[in-house]
Nanobody, 125 residues
Framework: QVQLVESKGGLVQPGDSLTLSCSAS????????LAWFRQGPGKEREFVAA????????HHSDSVRGRFLMTRDNANGVTHLQMNNLRPEDTGVYYC??????????????????WGQGTQVTVSS
């Protein structure tokens, strides 16, 4: 069983930056494709970004590309989502996910077996 623990989100203003982190046991972390998803109020869960086990390939959704950057540190069992120039539409619960089945930055929630508890990010003035 893999437990993913996300850092606390928060309330920020439009244009601000915020970095989310997700950690797990380093012993298992290195073999997984990792992803971030988010779910806004009244919306379905949405793909944000994913990165393969080696960290050499990643994929970011069109809505965040150029503003968000997902990275990983396998030695310390942590992945980060750096979010810049935040917008009100970025508001939602952000989830970290892990998959040992896919070897590419998969964008669909059903492709991930393990999930964090979620952390709220609110972008509002």
């Amino acid at each position: 069983q893999v437990q993913l623990v996300e850092s606390k989100g928060g309330l920020v203003q439009p244009g601000d930056s915020l970095t989310l982190s997700c950690s797990a046991s380093a012993a298992t972390f290195g073999g997984a494709t990792l992803a971030w998803f988010r779910q806004g109020p009244g919306k379905e869960r949405e793909f944000v970004a994913a990165i393969i086990a080696s960290g050499t390939a990643s994929h970011h959704s069109d809505s965040v590309r150029g503003r968000f950057l997902m990275t990983r540190d396998n030695a310390n069992g942590v992945t980060h989502l750096q979010m810049n120039n935040l917008r009100p539409e970025d508001t939602g619960v952000y989830y970290c996910a892990a998959s040992f089945r896919v070897g590419y930055p998969a964008p669909a929630p059903h492709q991930y077996e393990y999930w964090g508890q979620g952390t709220q990010v609110t972008v509002s003035s």
